[in-house]
């Protein structure tokens, strides 16, 4: 099995293509339906304690594994139709984020950005 998202991007492609779904897969829909798998994820962990949620047993971690897969599935076919490279933007994201919160600040402290300047 390939770890290259160009490579599901293009499988993903071509199974939209094949079932004549592209017409179907406009960015207004795809967060829609991202929006609604996110919501499925969240129905795994409703309830659980802090601990219950980092011990799940197998057949509920597969449930979650499959959640996550729809997710990443919305989030790499969203991003090709807005012709997004999806790893330079969250290295992107890294790297923005590493400055808003720099370790010397917040290091063990999970306040907002906004919240530090405040203190």
């Given amino acids: 099995m390939s770890d290259s998202i160009q490579e599901l991007n293009e499988r ?5 293509r094949e ?3 592209e017409q179907f897969h406009s960015p207004k829909n795809l967060c ?7 919501g499925e994820l969240l129905e795994h962990f409703q309830w659980l304690t802090e ?8 057949d509920k971690k597969e449930a979650v594994a499959l959640e996550m897969a729809d997710i990443f599935i919305y989030l790499v076919r969203l991003s090709e139709r807005l ?9 992107q994201k890294i790297a ?5 919160y720099p370790v010397e ?3 063990g402290d999970a306040r907002r ?3 530090y300047n405040k203190a």
Avoid: Y
């Fill in 12 to 16: 993903l492609l071509r199974f939209a």
């Fill in 19 to 21: 079932r004549d779904w």
């Fill in 32 to 38: 829609m339906a991202l929006a609604g798998e996110t």
């Fill in 51 to 58: 601990e219950q949620s980092m011990a799940l047993d197998e």
């Fill in 83 to 91: 012709d997004i490279n999806l790893l330079d933007a969250a290295w």
């Fill in 96 to 100: 923005i984020n590493e400055k808003r």
């Fill in 105 to 107: 600040q917040v290091k």
């Fill in 113 to 115: 950005a906004e919240e």
